[in-house]
Nanobody, 125 residues
Framework: QVQLVESGGGLVQPGGSLRLSCAAP????????MGWFRQAPGKEREFVAA?????????YYGDSVKGRFTISRDNAKNTVYLQMNSLKAEDTAVYYC?????????????????WGKGTLVTVSS
């Protein structure tokens, strides 16, 4: 069982930055592909970013966040991060951390093994 706990959400002005963190206590963190999804009110869940296990190094981003968001992981801290820059009002959503046995599951948004409870990001002036 993998428990994912997100933090770092909040209110930020357009153009601002936030960094989300997802802690995943346990000895198997490095073997999981990790990712972020988001869901805005009234909209479907959207893939944001994913990072594979360290030996692979593969990273993928959703089209709407490319060039603005950066995903990274620190296996020593069992934590994955999402650095969000140049935030826009349309980035407002609940952001969910996810873990999957393969990064392909992150890309297709199906077969995710574990989900966090989410953290709210609000971009507004």
């Amino acid at each position: 069982q993998v428990q994912l706990v997100e933090s770092g959400g909040g209110l930020v002005q357009p153009g601002g930055s936030l960094r989300l963190s997802c802690a995943a206590p346990g000895r198997t963190f490095s073997s999981w592909a990790m990712g972020w999804f988001r869901q805005a009110p009234g909209k479907e869940r959207e893939f944001v970013a994913a990072i594979d296990t360290t030996w692979s190094g593969r990273i993928y981003y959703g089209d709407s966040v490319k060039g603005r968001f950066t995903i990274s992981r620190d296996n020593a801290k069992n934590t994955v991060y999402l650095q969000m820059n140049s935030l826009k009002a349309e980035d407002t959503a609940v952001y969910y951390c996810a873990a999957a046995i393969t990064i392909v599951r992150m890309q297709i948004g199906h077969g995710i093994d574990y989900w966090g409870k989410g953290t709210l990001v609000t971009v507004s002036s």
